[in-house]
Every structure is written in C-alpha cells, then in structure tokens.
C-alpha cells in the first residue's frame, strides 16, 4: 500500500474519522484538554500536591468534563453565530 496514503488516513494506528466528524472530534479534545487543566487548577489550590492529589483530580476532572462536553456541543453553535456576527471577515 502508498505510504503516503496510509499516514493521511492513519494516526497511531487508528483510523482517522471522515470530516463530517470534525463537529464533535473538537469539542470533544477541546472539552478533555480545558477541563484537565481548570480541574488541576482548582485540585492544587483548593488541596494542595498531596499523596492523594492524583484521586482527586482525576476524580474532580471526570465530573468537569461530564458537564463540559454536552454543554460545548449545545453551546458551540450559538457561540459560532455570536463570533460571526462581532468579527468582520474580508
């Protein structure tokens, strides 16, 4: 097989998704990588690094992120309407 056609259409050995994907694939990593972060935030100033730290945040970061992707997937589209209708395009 092409090599250049399996990297296009394979990363880590695994099927890309086809476009259509794309409106969920986002908010989906968008919503993993802000809630990781916020939710670390939060777990070591409100409990400090402790041996129990990692419990804690992962446990703090999954209830984020419950809420985070449903609530991007309803709100991305109204936000998308809103950043067209301040941005001016060429």
Known sequence: MNSSKTSSTIIFGIPKFP???ASIVMPFLLSILMTMLVS???TVKIAGIT???LNVWISSWGVS???AFP????L???VRKLTASLVRYP
């Open 19 to 21: 476009a259509k994907y």
């Open 40 to 42: 670390f935030i939060s």
């Open 51 to 53: 041996s129990q730290f």
């Open 65 to 67: 992120w419950l809420i």
């Open 71 to 74: 609530t991007l997937l309803v």
């Open 76 to 78: 991305l589209p109204i």
